[in-house]
């Protein structure tokens, strides 16, 4: 079976989930399907351990999931789209105001982050006698540490938080995603790299990534903005727009630059400056466009986050790590928001609820899925020679992922119900 085969069966799947979710559930949709597919993921598992089917690393459904590759398939593929797509509901106005709170929160605490996480798994790990480098897990806290937009626009923005919460989730997720994934690439590079790392070379290849996906971005934005403002033909200017995500991405990746920072950038000038300049029922038609390839790659890629359980190979002291993990990933994610608020509060008022939205509604995808999968096999932890580092961190990386797409992510709406009442009385 083609990966295409695979790919459009998938799809069947997660609409019919998304119908049967829609009469019965009554679930957020990517919480439902996230959900519906590591029930069925255990349901095969648990059959196969007790000798009912012969799933083995042989059996034709594991072979089918491990060749789409999902580190690809998002990274170099649907990532682009989800971006781009999520970036043109974003409103200038409000981002503008939020501009301070969404930087820090984006640059200084996912580096905050990185680094609690690495330093505190280093030592947690050097307790129960998993040898990993200290590189390698400042690695999981790279990948760990940012929000996935995916995610959080999936499930958190359709809830109407209250204004300033929500740009602060959207703008942060939108944009500690690239810097996050910029920090990986830095990390993947001293941790794997041919050459010997030094901190000039750190440092120039972070800049690099970082400011080249901005400077890239506002390129391809102003560009696009000029061929859909002078397009006379409504189906011509959206053709225009998907090619920011497809050719655009890919000529991104291949200037060494962060193709999913560019993508947000240019992202939000065409939802802002170009939309603004077309006729309003071709701002709808976008609207519509957009809100349907949005729907269909977000029910593909989260059943797909449910599937991949299956071909993963578990021991018992992954397990240890996972519940290492788990607790660690919020903790930390607490911390770094609460110590970006207190610099926050000096100069303006917050929702009370803020901290406590911010922090649980940090939810991780499939992007820190991606980038786990992309780290090399065969390095080996000490404590068994079965067990490499590769994964741990990949199990570790899942069980956070679903952790906070199905507990989190279904229970984040009292807190932004509340959140909204405080709005009404002022605080």
């Known amino acids: 079976m083609s990966v295409y085969d695979t790919i459009c069966i998938i799809a069947a799947v997660a609409v019919f989930i998304s119908l049967f979710n829609h009469r019965v559930g009554k679930f957020q949709t990517t919480i439902a399907i996230t959900g519906w597919s590591v029930i069925i993921s255990l349901a095969l598992l648990f059959l196969s351990n007790m000798n009912y089917i012969p799933l083995n690393k042989e059996h034709e459904l594991i072979n089918i999931i491990q060749n789409i590759q999902f580190d690809d398939f998002l990274l170099k593929g649907v990532l682009g789209f989800l971006l781009f797509g999520g970036a043109l509901n974003i409103k200038l106005p409000h981002l503008k105001d939020q501009k301070f709170e969404i930087t820090i929160l984006a640059l200084a605490s996912t580096l905050f982050s990185t680094f609690f996480i690495g330093t505190v798994l280093w030592l947690l790990f050097s307790l129960v006698g998993i040898n990993m480098a200290f590189i390698h897990c400042c690695l999981f806290g790279a990948l760990i540490s940012p929000t996935d937009p995916i995610a959080v626009l999936a499930i ?84 225009l727009t998907m090619l920011i995500p497809t050719s655009g991405y890919v000529l991104g990746q291949h200037l060494g630059v962060s193709a999913p920072l560019a993508m947000v950038v240019s992202g939000i000038m065409i939802g802002n400056w170009t939309r603004n300049s077309i006729a309003e029922d071709e701002s709808n038609q976008l609207n519509h466009l957009w809100e349907l390839a949005d729907e269909i790659l977000n029910a593909i890629l989260f059943l797909l986050i449910g599937l991949i359980m299956l071909t993963f190979s578990f021991h018992y002291i992954d397990i240890v790590a996972v519940a290492i993990a788990i607790p660690l990933v919020l903790c930390s994610r607490y911390l770094s928001v609460k110590i970006a608020y207190l610099g926050f509060n000096r100069y303006r008022t917050y929702n009370p609820e803020s901290i406590k939205i911010l922090t649980w509604g940090g939810l991780r995808g499939g992007l820190a899925l991606a980038m786990a999968m992309a780290i090399p096999s065969g390095i080996a932890t000490g404590f068994s020679p079965e067990i490499d580092v590769k994964e741990i961190i990949v199990l570790m990386t899942y069980a956070v992922v679903v952790f906070s797409i199905i507990i989190q992510g279904s229970t984040i709406t009292p807190m932004i119900h509340k959140a909204k009442e405080l709005e009404k009385t002022g605080y």
């Open 156 to 239: 958190v923005k359709k809830m109407n938080a209250p204004q300033r919460v929500s740009t602060q989730i959207e703008g942060e997720s939108l944009f500690n995603d690239g810097i996050g994934l910029v920090i990986f690439v830095t990390l993947f590079e001293v941790a794997f790299g041919e050459t010997a790392p030094t901190v000039s070379s750190t440092i120039a290849l972070f800049t690099h990534e970082a400011l080249g996906g901005i400077a890239f971005g506002l390129v391809l934005g102003l560009v696009f903005h000029y061929l859909i403002k002078h397009s006379h033909d409504s189906m011509m200017r959206l053709i």
